[in-house]
C-alpha cells in the first residue's frame, strides 16, 4: 500500500457543513483513504452510526476499528439498495468526495496516470468490468471520439480517436506509456484523454446521478449532503441537483416566482485556500456544495 492512500480536501468545511448529530446516521460514499469518516466518526457519539461505500476494496486495508463503522463494498450508485439491504430508510448526512484517490494514480498497476508505465485498467473495481484497454482496442472511432469529445471535453477529440485507431491496427494498445506516446507530449491533452477514458470505464457520470437521486430520498427532513467535485462535468451535474432537485437542473417556480426545491443551499462552491493548496496540491480543484433537506 501507499504511504499516503488519499489526503482529503477541504476537511473542516466539509465536516463543519454537515451539521453533525452525535446519535446521527451518516453515510461517506467515497470512503477511500478514510479521512472523511475517521473526521466523522470523532464527532458522532455512542449512539451514532456511519456507513462508508467503496468499490475498491483496496481501501478496506483503510478500516478504522470501531463498531460504530460499517464498510459497504459497492458502488455508491447502489446506494439506496445497500441502505434497504441494513434497514436504513432515512439519514442525517452523506459524504460524497469525488476525487480520485492518490493511491490510484500512483499506483503504475492500476493504469489511471500516463506517468508510469503499466496496463491500460482503469478499473475502481479491479474485479470486473470492462478496462480502458478494452475501449480503446475495440470502440469505433466515432464512439472513440465522442467519449473524448464529452468527458475530456477535448476539441481535438475526432484528431486523437483517428490517431488512436491507427495505432492500434499495428498493436494492440495495452500500456499506459502506449497511449501516452499516440496522444503526444501535451500534459493538459494527456490529463484529459486519461480523464475521459476512467469517467467512461467507470461510468462515473452515470453513478453519480444515481447515487444524488437516492440521497434526496434517503435524507431526513434538516439533513444535509456534502459533495467535493473536481472537474465542471461532475460539478455541473451536482449544482443544478443541489438547485433544482432533479438531474435535468430544470426548476419549477411557484406563483410567487421563487424556486421549488427539496433542498436549501449552504455552501455553493467552496474552494481549497492557498494555504491548503500549497500543502496538498491536488486539493486546488476540489469544489464544496453542501445542500440541507427541507
Known amino acids: 500500500m501507499d504511504a499516503v492512500y488519499h489526503i482529503p480536501a477541504l476537511l473542516d468545511p466539509t ?32 449512539n451514532g452510526r456511519l456507513y462508508s461505500f467503496d468499490r475498491d476494496m483496496d481501501a478496506y486495508a483503510n478500516a478504522p476499528s470501531d463498531s460504530r463503522w460499517h464498510f459497504v463494498h459497492s458502488d455508491f450508485r447502489y446506494l439506496r439498495n445497500f441502505m434497504d439491504y441494513y434497514g436504513v430508510r432515512a439519514v442525517d448526512g452523506i459524504l460524497a468526495d469525488l476525487g480520485v484517490s492518490f493511491h490510484h494514480f500512483d499506483s503504475a498497476g492500476r493504469g489511471f496516470s500516463f506517468r508510469f508505465d503499466g496496463p491500460l485498467d482503469m478499473r475502481m473495481n479491479a474485479t470486473g468490468g470492462r478496462t480502458a484497454a478494452d475501449i480503446v482496442n475495440t470502440a469505433t472511432e466515432e464512439d472513440l471520439a465522442r467519449v473524448l469529445y464529452i468527458y475530456g471535453e477535448l476539441k481535438n477529440s475526432r484528431q486523437l480517436a483517428r490517431r488512436i485507431v491507427a495505432a492500434r491496427a499495428k498493436e494492440p494498445v495495452t500500456r499506459t506509456s502506449q497511449l501516452a506516446d499516440i496522444v503526444g507530449t501535451d500534459k493538459k491533452v494527456l490529463t484529459l484523454v486519461f480523464q475521459a477514458l476512467r469517467i467512461e470505464v467507470n461510468d462515473e457520470l452515470g453513478a ?20 467535493l467535485t473536481y472537474h465542471s462535468l461532475e460539478d455541473r451535474i451536482v449544482k443544478n441537483f443541489l438547485r433544482s432537485g432533479n438531474i435535468d437542473g430544470k426548476t419549477e417556480k411557484d406563483f410567487y416566482g421563487n424556486i421549488l426545491t427539496p433542498f436549501t443551499l449552504i455552501e455553493k462552491g467552496l474552494c481549497a485556500s492557498e494555504e491548503e493548496v500549497a500543502a496538498n496540491p491536488r486539493a486546488r480543484s476540489a469544489k464544496l456544495r453542501i445542500a440541507e433537506k427541507k
Open 15 to 46: 465536516i463543519d457543513g454537515l451539521n453533525i448529530r452525535p446519535d446521527g446516521t451518516y453515510v461517506d460514499v467515497t470512503f477511500g483513504g478514510g479521512g472523511h469518516s475517521r473526521a466523522l466518526l470523532a464527532r458522532l457519539g455512542a
Open 208 to 227: 453519480l446521478r444515481e447515487m444524488l437521486l437516492s440521497a434526496a430520498e434517503l435524507l431526513k427532513s434538516g439533513g444535509r449532503i456534502a459533495v
